[in-house]
């Protein structure tokens, strides 16, 4: 099934609830509702001021370093011998990944709001690397919250952290991954809501976050799709990106969902196989549910309980995603994929040796799924992946994968 | 008349107030919560919270979270808390349960399904943490057509507004959580707690019980005075943590720590 996007439709969404369909709201304990409603407004307000909306160009810009590039993979389009394969190279962005859009338009936020501490959560460490550089720059006191399984797996990042002055605080409930530093982060936030920004790093949570952050991630589609047909001559047929909680995704299809001749493909965590049960892939394999303020779909036992969810890459290893993925999925605008590690990996060493890119071990998804679709496009069409972010971090994952110590 | 509202009616007529013992269901293990059930109601407990453990309790601090770990490690599912309901109603017909717990095991047992059991159960009462009454369209109607009181939280955030707003789609009573922060996290300001509550009181006619930061009677006694029911949460669940592999040792904990909450609940009577 597939619908035709309105202008007015995709305007309506979320409805003033947060709703995405079926999907979305506002799922948390009373203590928040107060800070949610005013955050709400306060954002609706500022989305409409020229002011606010000239300082976020301005650091996009200035601070950032936007517009990211678009990129003819040459190389690499004969290597898939199909589609042409562009990359939006947001691994070229300050800090290294695309992360930094939302932070540093939530940061803003939470200066005009006046809040002087700042708190995140973080899988893969991008997003709290992003959140605490903005702190740096903004004067801000930051706590990060990460699991202590990635504190290992990202300990490059950790030090970031630490350099750039945040706290971080290694998370020992749960799976002691990205959805259990969620938890701990909601925990503190409720303990400090009247001086205190909850920086949530991805489209997921409760209303308005997911409106917000595919807010401040949208510079990405806005600009490709100038840079397609600035460069391509074209909008694009195909656009791929990794999804997690998936806010590089909606960034990039947000602008394009009302284009019905491009494709969305989003492409999960299929860890060790989707057969396997070893993954991290909710919209493939998951059914609806509620977990850290939204109703989407989710990787869960038979009794409700969340499951554990495994993949190599830090910063999809979440077993929920953003509302509005969950509802793409449902009217079926986009759709869902998902590739195992191991075809993530090769995604990552084709990408390094091909055209001398290192992807993040997220962004290598999206880039092992493109290199199969780009196979069976004509040549004269025009895919783009998204390189949410560069593979510096993951260079000791990698190595250790290789057997090799570094 | 519900349950519940029987129960606090009764109390306030004797000018006596409510004391409301939380515990997790399957903490210790899920073959000894009914047992426990009754030892709280026989150390003067007048309604039971019995937590619905859950993967991702975002609202509770570290003890409570552990006991939903213990819980789930022997396999405590909404149906089974179900049934351990069920269980105690057999010889205990007087004494109101209401579940506490997170959305997502109610929506993954399917909404009408699981207010049929409930029902069925004698369960009398649902607090769900992470379902204000904005999301409440879909199980409203199921638990009112099944005479089951949704019970809401109210914060020392929550507007005007929201107090009027949420007390009209509560019934039962409506809880006042006393501190900003997760369960089981800071002590209380009495002082502080008797002004909003005494607001809460002029924004609705439902009892309000207080919970949050009460671990002994002195506490009790304190938010006694101001509200119709204190509930006890975090001390009882590291008092089981404390006594998991001794049940009888662990009973007589439970009722050393709830006796003098009860005694001094009482004295507030005369």
Redesign the interface.
């Known amino acids: 099934m597939s619908v035709k996007l309105t202008e007015d439709m995709l305007k309506a969404l979320p409805d003033s ?1 947060g709703h995405f369909g079926a999907f979305g ?11 949610l409603m005013t955050l709400e407004r306060e954002y609706l307000r500022l989305k409409e001021d020229p002011e606010f909306q000239a300082t976020f160009d301005k650091d996009l810009a200035d601070y950032v370093g936007r517009p990211s590039p678009l990129y003819f993979a040459e190389r690499l389009t004969r290597e898939a011998g199909g589609a042409q394969i562009w990359l939006k190279r947001e691994d070229l962005n300050h800090t290294g990944a695309h992360k930094v859009n939302n932070t540093i338009g939530q940061a803003l936020l939470a200066s005009f709001l006046g809040k002087k501490r700042v708190i995140a959560e973080t899988g893969a460490g991008q997003h709290g690397v992003a959140t605490a550089t903005v702190c740096a720059r903004l004067g801000l006191e930051c706590h990060v919250f990460m699991g202590s399984e990635d504190v290992k797996r990202q300990s490059l990042n950790v030090y970031r952290m630490k350099l750039l002055g945040a706290t971080v605080h290694s998370v020992e ?2 799976t002691k991954t990205l ?2 530093a969620m ?1 701990d982060a ?2 503190d936030w ?5 001086d205190t920004f909850y920086i949530i790093g991805t489209v997921a949570g409760p209303h308005p976050y997911p409106l917000l952050v595919r807010d401040f991630q949208s510079v990405i589609g806005r600009e490709l799709r100038e840079q397609s047909v600035a460069q391509a001559g074209r909008l694009p047929d195909a656009l791929v990106a990794c999804v997690g909680g998936g806010s590089n995704a909606i960034g990039m299809f947000y602008p394009f969902l009302g284009d019905e001749s491009v494709q969305l493909y989003g492409v999960e965590a299929g860890g060790l196989g989707i057969d396997s049960g070893q993954h991290a892939a909710p919209l493939c394999a998951g059914r ?6 939204n109703r989407t779909y ?1 990787m ?1 036992d ?5 499951a554990g969810t495994h993949s190599v890459s830090a910063g999809l290893d979440y077993p929920g995603v953003g509302p509005e993925h969950a509802w793409l999925k449902d009217i079926g605008r986009a759709n869902y994929v998902s590739v195992t590690d191991e075809e993530a990996l090769d995604g990552f060493r084709k990408l390094t040796r091909i055209e001398g890119i290192m992807p993040a071990l997220e962004s290598a998804h999206a880039v092992a799924y493109g290199l199969k679709l780009a196979a069976t496009m004509d040549k004269d069409q025009v895919l783009v992946i998204n390189v949410s972010g560069r593979g510096d971090k993951d260079i000791h994952t990698i190595a250790q994968l290789d057997g090799i110590e570094i | 008349m519900s349950r519940i509202e029987g129960v606090l009616k009764a109390l306030k007529s004797q000018g006596r107030k409510a004391l409301i013992p939380f515990v997790t269901a399957g903490d210790p293990h899920p073959d000894e919560t009914v047992a426990l059930m009754h030892a709280l109601v026989a150390a003067g407990s007048d309604i039971i919270e019995l937590g619905v453990p ?9 003890v409570i ?1 552990l006991a939903c ?1 213990r819980a ?1 490690k022997h396999g405590t ?3 089974r808390v179900i049934a351990m309901v069920k269980e105690f109603r057999e010889t205990d017909t007087e004494t109101p349960v209401v579940l506490m717990g ?8 399917g909404y009408e399904t699981f207010a049929d059991a409930a029902a069925d159960a004698g369960i009398d009462g649902i607090l769900t ?4 009454p ?2 409440a369209d879909e199980v409203a109607p199921l638990f009112a057509a099944r005479n089951l009181d949704p019970i ?8 005007d507004e ?1 107090i009027r707003a ?1 007390s009209e789609h509560s019934s039962g009573y409506v809880y006042y ?1 006393s501190i ?3 369960t089981g ?2 002590s209380i300001d009495v002082d502080e707690v008797a002004r909003k509550v005494a607001h809460v009181h002029e924004l609705t006619a439902l009892p309000v019980g207080v919970g949050f930061g009460i671990r002994d009677a002195e506490t009790a006694a304190a938010v006694g005075r101001v509200s119709d029911g204190v509930i006890v949460g975090s001390v009882l669940v590291d008092t089981i943590a404390r006594h998991q592999t001794d049940p009888k040792a662990l009973h007589q904990a439970l009722t050393d720590l709830l006796n003098p909450m009860r005694k001094a609940l009482d004295s507030l009577a005369q």
């Open positions: 609830r709201g506002r799922f948390v304990s009373e203590t928040l509702m107060d800070s409930s749960g959805k259990d938890n909601m925990r409720v303990a400090n809501v009247d609806p549910g509620v977990l850290h303020g989710l869960e038979e009794n409700g309980q969340i | 859950f993967s991702d309790p975002m609202a509770d601090g570290p979270q770990e789930l599912s909404l149906r997170y959305l997502n095991p109610m929506e993954a047992m943490v992470d379902l204000p904005e999301e809401f939280l109210l914060a020392p955030t929550t507007t929201r949420i959580v900003k922060g997760v996290s800071a």
